[in-house]
């Protein structure tokens, strides 16, 4: 099965934690948020849109699911903030209207001809000068072996058929370049970093978030069973090398950004 973002049950996924400290520092080190107008595309629970209006910006929060932007309403942190509903590719906002325009996370639910309507409608919503940034695991990303500092590489070890299908759905490191580049965005530019999800107290609360498939859709490909297994593999692995507290959960991250001539 997949996550189905318009089940009830589903809303509190992706909306009830908080941005990293990690996250908020490279967005202070790519633009002043202060003032200006950002649309998150694809915000799912609004996580990042409540950053970013946290961190001085007046942010417009756009998914085609209502249950998440219900969920996102309910967690707001932050007055500067408006939730729309509607197609990642056909927002209904006005042209040459935001100085941002970030996807994070969203790219991989799109298939090529469906990442360039976006790239296109994101570039009709910059003003000039304005700047996309897209945040998403490239398959290298989630080539990484799993480890006390990186548990999602557990999954595709455990279950090597899941990066079978990452293969298919990941961005391409350069294509998604050579796209932005096509759409008329300019000096494109790609970098990699860490972003920590979550720390675990103790594999206790390991175990309970992935039981219940927080914040990673790929988990609703396992069933209960198989989800269960992949819990024990976890635990044991990181019992072996002896981490039982205190316990990391982070995901590299590619990150590509351009410009609006």
Request: charged letters at 30%.
């Amino acid at each position: 099965m997949t996550i189905d973002f318009f089940d009830p049950a589903n809303r509190l996924s992706y909306a009830s934690r908080s941005a990293s400290s990690e996250w908020k520092t490279l967005m202070q080190s790519l633009v002043d948020l202060r003032g200006i107008d950002a649309v998150d595309i694809g915000c799912g629970g609004g996580i990042y849109s409540r950053a970013m209006a946290e961190m001085g910006a007046r942010v417009t929060g756009v998914d085609f699911s209502g249950e998440m932007l219900s969920a996102a309403r309910k967690q707001q942190t932050a007055q500067r903030i408006r939730w729309i509903q509607a197609d990642a590719a056909d927002t209904g906002l006005p042209d040459s209207s935001y100085d941002l325009v970030l996807l994070r996370a969203v790219i991989h639910h799109f298939s090529a001809e469906k990442t360039t309507e976006v790239l296109l409608e994101s570039y009709r919503l910059l003003r000039p000068g304005g700047r996309i940034i897209i945040q998403d695991r490239a398959l290298e990303d989630c080539r990484l072996p799993g480890g006390p500092g990186h548990l999602r590489g557990f999954l595709f070890e455990r279950f090597p058929n899941l990066l079978e299908e990452e293969k298919r759905r990941r961005p391409d490191l350069h294509s998604l370049e050579r796209a932005l580049a096509e759409t008329g965005f300019h000096g494109v530019k790609t970098r990699r970093f860490w972003e920590t999800r979550k720390i675990f107290r103790d594999l206790g609360e390991l175990e309970r978030d992935f039981l219940g498939r927080i914040g990673r859709s790929i988990l609703h490909r396992l069933s209960d069973d198989e989800l269960r297994d992949l819990v024990g593999f976890i635990t044991e692995g990181l019992s072996r090398q002896g981490v039982t507290s205190s316990i990391s959960d982070r995901d590299r991250w590619t990150l590509w950004t351009a410009r609006k001539g």
